[in-house]
């Protein structure tokens, strides 16, 4: 069971209390998606927030379709607001 690693910024870095949160991992988890779905599942202040945002895998924005990453880490960016 390898765990998937969460990079938060802004308002999911205040929300979690923390930059980076690892999750355990089971054998259904094969996309972004899941993966985020996993996050909503275990850190439920979090989910209202997580729809909102892009998903990142080194410096390339992966769609929640798009496999998990070899590294297993996901940053997530709030979308910014502002002029």
Known sequence: MDPIVFE????????AGTRELTVPAHG???????????????????AGSLERCACVSGDTI?????PLPADRRIALLPPVAGG
Do not use: I, K, Q
């Not at 259904?28 to 979090?46: F, H, I, K, M």
């Not at 992966?62 to 798009?66: E, G, I, P």
């Open 8 to 15: 938060l910024y802004a308002n999911l870095e205040r929300l």
């Open 62 to 66: 992966v769609r929640r379709a798009d």
């Open 28 to 46: 259904s988890v094969s996309t972004v998606g899941d993966a985020v779905t996993l996050l909503a599942g275990a850190r439920p202040e979090l």
